[in-house]
């Protein structure tokens, strides 16, 4: 059975959601696109308040957490990753607004990459840094790579792990690289952890 999401990172997700669209139709288009079902968005009531339609959606997802959980984790994920706030900035009190809405990511982020961090999810952290590390020595790739693979099987990762990571790594990578993190920079980042994770996954079979 999967351990289930801590509930104190449940409310920093609402605050975020709230505050990270300040039009319905953003905020469902933002779901649409992150959630792998978006029938359940079609049960709830969009004439409500939207802090209230959000409360109604991620209460749901957390209480069946059995099939939500996965979800949950995209959505936290992708909520944490983002770092472009124009389409609040053009509104009036747009920099109010955009300030909100950072202020809110940021607690996300903070519990996400911080506090509500598993020890899975921070030894994954270190392994692939060590495994980026050793790009330069193309020799020792097949070796290490299996022995991750061995890990990982022994720690039980799961692949909504291997997407906090991505997410993680993105955030963390931006953080450093400031203006410097361009969005091809960033893509670049993300088809290198991509194919890096999919060679231990393929790995793991072979190991396991």
């Known amino acids: 059975m999967r351990k289930k999401i801590a509930s104190g990172a449940i409310v920093p997700l609402k605050e975020a959601l709230t505050y990270l669209y300040w039009y319905k139709s953003d905020l469902r288009s933002f779901l649409t696109s992150c959630l792998r079902d978006a029938r359940i968005l079609s ?32 959505l936290m994920s992708e ?51 060590m495994l980026l590390g050793r790009l330069e020595k193309p020799d020792d790739m097949i070796d290490t790579i299996q022995k ?20 993680a790594l993105i955030w963390t990578m931006a953080h450093s690289l400031g203006r410097d993190f361009t969005p091809e920079v960033e893509e670049a980042w993300r088809e290198a952890y991509r194919e890096l994770t999919t060679v231990i996954k393929e790995a793991s079979l072979e190991v396991a």
């Open 148 to 167: 991750l693979a061995k890990r990982h099987i022994e720690m039980g990762i799961t692949e909504e792990q291997y997407e906090t990571l991505e997410s």
């Open 43 to 74: 049960t709830l009531d969009w004439s409500d308040y939207k802090r209230n339609i959000i409360a109604n959606l991620i209460d749901r997802m957390d209480r069946n957490q059995d099939i939500f959980q996965p979800d949950l984790l995209r």
């Open 79 to 129: 909520v944490a990753c983002v770092r472009d706030f124009s389409h609040l900035e053009r509104l009036e009190d747009g920099e109010l607004k955009a300030d909100r809405a950072k202020i809110a990511i940021s607690a996300l982020r903070e519990y996400l990459f911080k506090k509500g961090m598993t020890v899975k999810v921070r030894m994954l952290m270190s392994i692939v840094g």
